[in-house]
């Protein structure tokens, strides 16, 4: 019997190998040609390495604005610092939320360890919350709800999941879950219908809405229109990062790590940004 409502595949995507920084391995998942289906979200990468060489490279320093990032740390270490004398240090399980509106620089360093493993997503932020100065966030185990249910396991990393609500930011409120299907088991989820919605799948394989195909770990599956997210896991089970929000509908030219809404802004960051000043 067809499910009703249920959000279908609209785009499969496999991770493409990348480097950041001094060399620090990523895979680049989503970026601006996706922008459109992805709204509000912007870019997520992966990285991923058992080898520290791949991983003990830093992200070098780099300039932001107009624009929320959200580090999700699965295993590893990874120390930050910016200029605003932020200083923190993000350890396997926990996240960091930063908003960047008014630009500022920073510095991402992992640490030596025996894997590194986690998301970098980047979240747009409407035009009237872009030079906001929204403190930076450590985002602690404890402050990430975890709910074991019958088929499954949830952590919310961000948003609502049901009844119970986790940490959220001051101007955008996306939904971010960590996600563990038992073998052999369906998930069901509603969603406002308003909202984009994808998938990151980490580990095993699993089928989505109406379609009895499998897909496999380290693939991006973002989903078309729908309040529900369905999937049922294949034999090994299936781990995944879900990720829903609210469009902002609003342009989106974007260069190096500025996302403004209008070319002039733009260009005026990147002269900010250029010469030490930052935008008031």
Same mark, same amino acid.
């Given at each position: 019997?067809?499910? =009703?409502?249920? =959000?279908?595949?609209?785009?499969? *995507? ?38 520290? %060489? ?13 624009? $929320? ?7 590893? *270490? ?12 993000? *350890? ?6 930063? +908003? ?44 990430? #709800?975890?709910?074991? $249910? ?13 009844? *119970? ?7 955008? +409120? #996306? ?32 089928? @989505? ?20 997210? @369905? ?18 509908? %609003? ?11 209008? %070319? ?17």
């Amino acid at each position: 019997m067809e499910l =009703k409502g249920i =959000k279908n595949i609209k785009k499969v *995507i496999n991770v493409q190998p990348a480097a950041e920084g001094s060399g620090a391995n990523l895979s680049r998942v989503l970026g601006y040609s996706d922008t459109d289906k992805i709204d509000p979200f912007l870019v997520l990468d992966i990285f991923d390495s058992v080898k520290s %060489e791949g991983h003990i490279k830093d992200f070098c320093i780099r300039n932001h604005t107009g624009v $929320e990032t959200l580090t999700y740390l699965i295993h590893g *270490i990874i120390n930050y610092k910016d200029t605003n004398g932020n200083l923190g240090q993000i *350890i396997g399980g926990q996240a960091q939320w930063v +908003n960047y509106g008014s630009a500022i620089l920073h510095k991402k360093i992992p640490q030596k360890h025996g894997r590194m493993l986690g998301l970098h997503i980047w979240i747009n932020v409407p035009e009237n919350k872009k030079i906001s100065k929204i403190p930076y966030l450590n985002i602690h185990q404890n402050d990430m #709800p975890k709910i074991e $249910e019958k088929n499954c396991t949830v952590k919310i990393i961000t948003g609502k999941y049901k009844d *119970i609500e986790g940490p959220y930011s001051q101007s955008i +409120n #996306p939904l971010i879950l960590d996600i563990k299907v038992k073998p052999g088991y369906d998930f069901l989820h509603v969603i406002p219908e308003a909202f984009n919605s994808f998938i990151y799948i980490l580990e095993g394989s699993g089928a @989505f809405g109406n379609s009895i195909n499998q897909i496999g770990e380290n693939t991006a599956v973002i989903l078309d229109d729908g309040d529900s997210v @369905f999937i049922k896991s294949g034999k090994k089970g299936m781990r995944f990062i879900l990720f829903a929000g609210q469009p902002i509908k %609003e342009p989106i030219p974007c260069g190096r790590k500025a996302v403004m809404n209008a %070319e002039e802004k733009l260009n005026r960051t990147f002269l900010n940004l250029h010469t030490g000043r930052v935008l008031q």
